[in-house]
Every structure is written in structure tokens, then in C-alpha cells.
């Protein structure tokens, strides 16, 4: 299923790339993440996936809506 997580806290396009990994260690498929909106889109496999990218996504230090 896919899913777009707006995210707080991005800024440039290094924390783009931080989020996509951390994302793709849970099990998600990265589709895009774009700091100029704030969104993170992912492709999951379950809402146990999800809410790994969720809790991934918090421990960098942003916040997920």
C-alpha cells in the first residue's frame, strides 16, 4: 500500500536521503521524499512496516503527522 507521511524537520535534500534510508531498513519502499513539501511517500507492505517507518522516521528527530 502506499502512503504519504508528512514529515516536519526536513530542510534540504540530505535529510531526503537520511529518511529514504532509514525507511528502506524498515521494509519500505521509498517512492519519493521531497523536504520542500515535507512529505515522505512509501510503498509498504503491512501497517507493522509502516508504523516501523513511522517510529525510524521520529528517532532521527522529525516529526511524522
Known amino acids: 500500500m502506499r502512503k504519504t507521511l508528512a514529515v516536519k524537520g526536513m530542510h534540504c535534500t540530505s535529510c531526503e536521503v537520511l529518511l529514504s534510508e532509514v525507511s528502506e531498513e524498515c521494509g ?8 520542500r513539501v515535507g512529505q515522505l511517500v512509501v510503498e509498504v507492505p503491512s501497517e507493522d512496516v509502516l508504523k516501523k517507518v513511522r517510529l525510524a522516521v521520529q528517532r532521527e528527530g522529525y516529526q511524522v503527522e
Request: glycine fraction near 0%.
Open 28 to 35: 519500505a519502499k521509498v517512492i519519493s521524499a521531497n523536504h
